[in-house]
């Protein structure tokens, strides 16, 4: 059950830090400092609590979710799901790659790869 806190913990983390980045970078930021901040939150936190990365990741996109449910106007319920999917998507990678590798540092700049790129789809085809 560490996954919640964990989950919860890099949520607040995420949340207040990035919003800083995005005052002090603007909207770029959502491409490259958002991912960097969430995965090293998601993942480190999981890891050094010992608790499940990809429920911690799936966590996170859960909570971010429901943000987004409430937050966007228009999108809220597919930015949701947008969000789900996508953390579980670097959860399950960050757990795969530490899993074979045995390198959590490489698991985490696998998956910080993805989001950037899972980023900058969303912000390019689905924002602009």
Request: charged share 10%; hydrophobic share 60%; no cysteine.
């Amino acid at each position: 059950m560490y996954f919640l806190f964990s989950g919860i913990l890099s949520a607040i983390v995420a949340f207040l830090v990035n919003r800083l980045g995005v005052a002090w970078l603007g909207i770029d930021a959502i491409v490259y400092f958002v991912p960097l901040t969430e995965e090293v939150a998601k993942t480190f936190l999981a890891y050094y609590l010992g608790t499940s990365i990809f429920l911690t990741h799936f966590f996170f996109g859960f909570i971010e979710a429901i943000y987004d449910f409430f937050n966007s106007t228009k999108k809220g319920l597919a930015a949701g799901a947008v969000s789900i999917i996508g953390h579980s998507l670097f959860g399950m990678s960050t757990t795969l790659v530490y899993f074979y590798s045995h390198d959590i540092l490489l698991g985490m700049l696998v998956a910080l790869a993805l989001h950037i790129f899972w980023n900058g789809v969303v912000m390019n085809f689905f924002v602009t």
